[in-house]
């Protein structure tokens, strides 16, 4: 089994950006909470704790006269579960590199791409207005991984994620939607020589979000993912993920090119496996 990766919960996600921002961020997210394993494994009364260190890279720029973005994060992570493994006390821990992200978006239509004055201009004359965006996500299979190991912080394949987001804003307010799919290429290296494939995964997340004088804002969150059964040397595993997330964000401008956000999110499995996880975030970037 790989670590335990929250579905994403990104408020904001398609905010127009003018054209040659470029943003670097770091973060701390702490996830901790309960996690409940395929009762063969024998693992009972299973916690996970994971510090997570980010580092990311944003740049915006326009593709076929339209506003695209590419965005990279790399984490770092320092992982530890325990539990009850075949009755007895028993623990795991992982400290290193996850699996890096790159995505590519681009806005079909709605603002227009522009400068920071021309998308500021276009949103004071059309105060209700409503945008289309697609993107493309891969993580690459570059995190620790130990074949000999269940639990590890990378997943040895490639996880390739298209999505779809639309975003309705009147005045101080916006709603987001975003619908992606995502699919897994095999990790031919699973544990003692396995091949372990597995199912697409669906996942929907849906955003209110308030703007506050001052360059504040705040939204409420949820999400829901399904899907996901794993097949083993061609043996089908009654695995299949289901999952629903709450979250609430703040987000505020300590100087004009800097800004802070804060995040809790909070995991439910629908499940008899899955995982029942709070997470803390706080981030900060720079713009320039």
Known sequence: MNSTHSQDIEPRRWTPLPIGTNAV?????????????????????????INSFIASYMY????????ARVDVVVPFNIAHWEGLLNGAPASVDRNGFTDPRIRLSLNLFGVPSGTRKEIMEYLAEHP?????????????????????????????????????????????????FTASAIFYTPNPNFTSGKERKQKATMALQTHLIKNFKN?????????????????INRQPNA???????????????????????????????????????????AAWSIIF
Do not use: M
């Not at 961020?25 to 704790?49: C, M, Q, W």
């Not at 915006?60 to 506003?67: C, E, G, I, N, V």
């Open 25 to 49: 961020g770091i973060g701390y997210a702490n996830s901790f909470g309960d996690i409940i394993f395929d009762p063969v494994l024998k693992v009972e009364d299973a916690v996970v704790n």
């Open 60 to 67: 915006s720029f326009r593709f076929l006269d339209k506003t």
């Open 128 to 176: 209700v207005n409503t945008s289309l965006g697609v993107s493309l996500a891969v993580t690459l299979p570059l995190g620790q991984y130990f074949e000999e190991k269940l639990l590890n912080l990378g997943q040895n394949r490639f996880v390739i994620s298209p999505q779809t987001g639309v975003v309705h804003r009147w005045a101080t307010w916006s709603y987001e």
């Open 215 to 231: 360059s504040y804002w705040a939204s409420v969150s949820a999400g829901y993912g399904l899907g996901g059964q794993s097949v």
């Open 239 to 281: 695995d299949e993920r289901s999952d629903v997330q709450g979250a609430l964000s703040f987000g505020f401008t300590i100087i004009k090119t800097q800004a802070v956000k804060l995040v809790y999110i909070r995991s439910e499995t629908l499940k008899d496996i899955g995982a029942n996880t709070n997470t803390l975030v």
